[in-house]
């Protein structure tokens, strides 16, 4: 029979084996002479048997139970007088001994990579009187390894990266597998790598897993990650053994290999006249096949004739170049700009300079547009002056704006009266000569800011702006005056040549040369007896007593005109009085009091005299209006009358009388004046006021009477309790009568009569009406005896 060359090493692996555990098991100990075995222990024996490891092949897959190895002691003499046990790991469970041969035999299938060895104990006894005849020894069934195992990846799949155009060798990353079987023992984990995908690309060190590149300059551009299949094979690779594989990605990583190269040589853009200062123009964008910061751009302007009026700057999202204007556009002075423009890779790699250079230019030309633009004035600001003295209509200055297109539209001026609101200046439609159109005044604005607009006449919406600044100048139209309100002192005890007051004056012109006062007493007080003016030379002045003596009884208040002149051209003067007043001072000269009319209070009465007084008659006008609202309360009425009465109280009585000539049955008065002396309580929402008063006497009718008790019996219970309605409320009595003349029409008295009336018929009425014909029946007598 044919054996292939797989079976052929399994068959040799088997055959030697089996010789060496046959070699093994057959090593019994041989017999050692010594003494015999005395279990007293008084003195030891040495053992007669001697074991060896035992080996058992892993992974049995028969149906019989695998022989591991025979035990056996030169005390058996073979006539089953000894018999052999066994004990420890797997004992009885896994391992199985004959006792009297001493074969062992393992009953389950092992695997070694569960566990590699058991620890055993062996025992020989005495059948008969099962005690040893040899020492316990312990021994071990260690488990023979098979290539049952394939090598496994614990950490796969990777993931790796490397720079794109590394060179070849270039390490990647490292990939390890593990094999469970025993690496002491033959080639079953001795583990070999090879490369299944990936290949021409990387290669993989057999021994160690270490991936590196195979191929130089692999371009990112051109392929950005690739895919390896790693496979790990025990016994050193050869046939028969057992693989895994795992994954590897690969990621080629970015460096700065390619420049930077623009789309178009040349660009152009329109853009008009008007465009704000700032502006973006364009935006152009050099390609870049490098991504991250190997694509990082750097635009400049190299040449061209606008290198003033543009400026480019980066885009940091988008790596774009953002031409902006730095300076106004005009059509009528420039229509295009040529630029030529750079972009370079911001951090260029050295070694790949080589390969080119690293930036790239192009032209862009920019073409104005013209378009309707408003009038431009020739200056931005035009300062003016004139004096606040000019006349109505006098000429102030000019203005002048022009059409800045081609067209050259003539331009109308107006004032932009939000900037004018009382509307002190005019302006000429066609000259642009401004003129004043009401009178001015230097101390109500000094400084006029107007906002003069130009229009285009053929397109009035077209309009420029220009900015006159008008300066008012100073005359002298304003009289000094004092430079505040002075409240002036003069003490009783004042001395001849005392100074009192320094006063100045203020004036709201402005002259150029600065304000210069001079004071003096007006020619009425030059000659008085009681104050002079002394002028300081330095636009003050002093004021000074003439005398002493000053005193309240005589005079308190005393006025001195004073006349300031200024120094302008022409002179302006004013007269102001300064209001002095006599006061009593303390010994340093502070006033303490300057009320003249205190000096009156001795001569009549003092404040506190004027209190009291006051006191008396206030009091006198309190108990007059107590004695008029006294009296007043008395002249009201005890009782109300009818058409006082605001309760409007409705009184209804179901009352029974005597007939159309019973006048007297029911009473009124009686429930205004009951003439009963009763002691009663009055109810607390009843008028305190309103007291019953004495009735007088009623006719000797019995029925009167009657309904008198009846309604005051009603009235006190209405009273006396507190929960019956309001006073003002309806009550309704039903109340019979007697002594009408018709007598009482009440049937209850029918019991007494003599008629023939028969009622026995009230019986078959039902029981209902059973009481009735109890009462009226025939057997009537016999319900009261």
């Known amino acids: 029979m044919k054996l292939g060359k797989v079976e052929f090493c399994h068959f040799l692996q088997l055959i030697a084996l089996f010789l060496c555990f046959s070699g093994m098991s057959q090593a019994e100990l041989s017999r050692s002479r010594s003494k015999p075995y005395f279990q007293s222990g008084r003195s030891r024996t040495k053992r007669s048997w001697v074991w060896n490891q035992f080996f058992v092949l892993e992974e049995y897959m028969g149906s019989d139970p695998l022989y591991v190895g025979k035990l056996h002691s030169d005390v058996d003499k073979g006539d089953g007088s000894i018999k052999y046990i066994l004990s420890g790991e797997g004992a009885s469970s896994i391992f199985i001994i ?223 170049g953002i031409i902006t204007i730095q300076k106004e556009l005009d059509f009528e002075a420039k229509t295009s700009y040529t630029l030529r423009i750079e972009a370079a890779n911001k951090d260029a790699d050295p070694r790949f300079l080589s390969l080119g250079p690293f930036s790239d230019t192009t032209t862009v030309k920019i073409i104005v547009e013209d378009v309707d633009e408003p009038p431009v004035f020739s200056s931005p600001l035009y300062p003016m002056e004139v004096s606040e003295a000019t006349q109505v209509g006098n000429i102030i200055g000019t203005v002048a704006a022009h059409d800045p297109d081609s067209s050259n539209s003539p331009v109308r001026y107006s004032i932009d009266r939000n900037t004018d609101l009382e509307r002190y200046f005019n302006i000429d439609a066609n000259s642009g000569v401004i003129t004043t159109a009401k009178s001015l005044d230097r101390e109500t604005n000094a400084i006029h800011n107007i906002t003069v607009l130009a229009m285009e006449s053929q397109n009035p919406s077209q309009v420029g702006r220009g900015y006159v600044a008008i300066t008012i100048l100073d005359i002298n139209d304003n009289a000094p005056e004092f430079a505040m309100d002075y409240e002036t002192t003069v003490c009783e005890n004042a001395q001849p040549g005392q100074v009192i007051q320094k006063i100045s004056a203020v004036d709201k012109d402005e002259p150029s040369n600065g304000h210069q006062f001079y004071f003096s007493l007006t020619m009425d007080a030059t000659n008085n007896h009681n104050f002079s003016l002394k002028d300081n030379k330095d636009n003050t002045a002093s004021i000074l007593t003439r005398r002493n003596g000053f005193r309240r009884q005589e005079q308190s208040v005393y006025y001195l005109p004073i006349f300031i002149v200024d120094s302008g051209s022409p002179s302006l003067s004013s007269t102001n009085t300064l209001t002095i007043r006599v006061c009593d001072c303390d010994a340093d000269g502070v006033a303490q009091t300057c009320n003249a009319e205190a000096y009156v209070l001795p001569a009549g009465l003092s404040t506190g005299a004027l209190i009291a007084i006051l006191a008396c008659v206030l009091t006198l006008l309190v108990l007059i209006l107590l004695i008029v609202t006294m009296r007043r309360r008395k002249k009201e009425p005890l009782i109300f009358d009818e058409e006082r009465d605001i309760r409007e109280n409705i009184v209804r009585y179901d009352d029974e009388g005597g007939g159309e000539e019973d006048t007297e049955a029911f009473d009124m008065a009686a429930l205004r004046n009951l003439n009963v002396i009763r002691d009663t309580k009055t109810r607390r929402d009843v008028t305190p006021e309103i007291q019953f008063l004495s009735r007088p006497a009623f006719k000797g009718i019995p029925d009167n009477v009657i309904f008198r008790e009846f309604i005051w019996e009603r009235l006190k219970e209405a009273d006396v309790d507190p929960g019956a309605p309001p006073y003002d409320s309806l009550q309704t009595y039903a109340f019979e009568g007697n002594g009408s003349v018709a007598e009482s029409l009440s049937s209850l008295d029918s019991i007494s009569s003599n008629s023939d009336q028969n009622y026995d018929y009230l019986s078959d009425w039902g029981p209902r009406f059973k009481r009735l014909a109890d009462m009226y029946g025939t057997g009537q007598e016999s319900l009261y005896s």
């Open 98 to 320: 004959d006792e009297n041969t001493g074969d062992i035999h393992a009953t389950k299938r092992l695997d070694r990579e569960e566990q590699a060895y058991y620890t055993l104990r062996a025992q020989a006894l005495d059948r008969l009187t099962n005690k040893p005849v040899e020492p316990e020894s312990e021994f071990v069934i260690k488990i023979q390894d098979i290539n049952d195992n394939e090598p496994k990846f614990l950490d796969g799949p990777y993931t790796a990266g490397v720079p794109e155009m590394s060179p070849v060798g270039t390490s990647v990353v490292q990939v390890t597998a593990t094999d469970a079987d025993d690496p002491t023992y033959g080639n079953s984990a001795r583990v070999v790598y090879s490369i299944l995908q990936g290949q021409p690309y990387f290669s993989v060190e057999p021994k160690t897993g270490v991936i590196k590149t195979a191929l130089p300059n692999m371009d990112r551009e051109a392929k950005d990650q690739y895919l390896l299949v790693i496979q790990a094979k025990d016994m050193v690779g050869q046939n028969g053994g057992l693989s895994g594989t795992t994954s590897v990605t690969v990621t080629l990583t970015d460096v700065n290999d390619n420049p930077p190269r623009f789309p178009r040589r040349s660009y152009q853009y329109n853009v008009p006249e008007s465009l704000p200062v700032a502006s973006v123009v364009a935006r152009i964008k050099a390609a870049d096949a490098d991504i991250g910061a190997n694509a990082e751009m750097e635009y400049k302007i190299v040449d061209g004739d606008g290198l003033g009026i543009f400026k480019i700057s980066v885009d940091k999202e988008t790596q774009e």
